[in-house]
């Protein structure tokens, strides 16, 4: 199995920076997909952005310019970096990977982190 696990939400005041962390751990030989979700009460979860292995990155437009992902693919984190942050923001950030193959051979369509609250308000 694989485990996701979230650190760096927090309440932050609109303009403000935040930076999101998540580390998949467990036996992996690869991971293909990194990225990170968001769900706010009442909306459907939403991709905010995702990068590849290869170093290929999508992001919502919502976010474009503001929001910047990276990877260390060594250590299979991802990292979401969010400035110029807006009450629009305010979710729950979820850590997703997807494609993943363990050492045994086991391949993992996809996996969920528990999630973290980035809650932006003055």
């Known amino acids: 199995q694989v485990q996701l696990v979230e650190s760096g939400g927090g309440l932050v005041q609109p303009g403000g920076s935040l930076r999101l962390s998540c580390a998949a751990s467990?036996?992996?030989?690869?991971?293909?997909?990194m990225g990170w979700y968001r769900q706010s009460p009442g909306k459907q979860r939403e991709l905010v952005a995702a990068a590849t292995s290869g170093g290929s990155t999508t992001y919502a437009d919502s976010v474009k310019g503001r929001f910047t992902i990276s990877r260390d693919n060594a250590k299979n984190t991802v990292y979401l970096q969010m400035n110029s942050l807006k009450p629009e923001d305010t979710a729950v950030y979820y850590c997703?990977?997807?494609?993943?193959?363990?050492?045994?051979?086991?391949?993992?369509?996809?996996?969920w982190g528990q999630g973290t609250q980035v809650t932006v308000s003055s």
């Open positions: 467990g036996s992996i030989a690869s991971l293909d997909t």
């Open positions: 997703n990977a997807e494609d993943v193959f363990l050492i045994s051979g086991t391949y993992i369509r996809g996996s």
